[in-house]
């Protein structure tokens, strides 16, 4: 069950639940920002509706994360079944 939850500066949770639907995931790198964009299919709810999530992300904090995550190796690896 993919999920985005978020909390902003003004403390508001700010939620994005997919269920079960089938979602697409993008993913845009340049060399200042890594971006991602997660959408449901939802064929029946017109396009102003849709639930999605975008996540825009410094590229060297990002880069910093994944290399931290591959030194810790498969422990680090986090699944939720």
Known sequence: MAHVIIRGNNGCR???????????VEVFVNDHNVELVIEALDEDR????????????????????????????????KVVE
């Open 46 to 77: 017109p396009w102003q509706k849709k639930r999605f999530a975008l996540v825009n992300l410094p590229r060297s904090e990002f880069d910093r994360a994944m290399a931290e995550t591959a030194r810790k190796g498969k422990s680090a690896i």
């Open 14 to 24: 700010h939620e994005v639940d997919f269920e079960d639907d089938q979602i697409t």
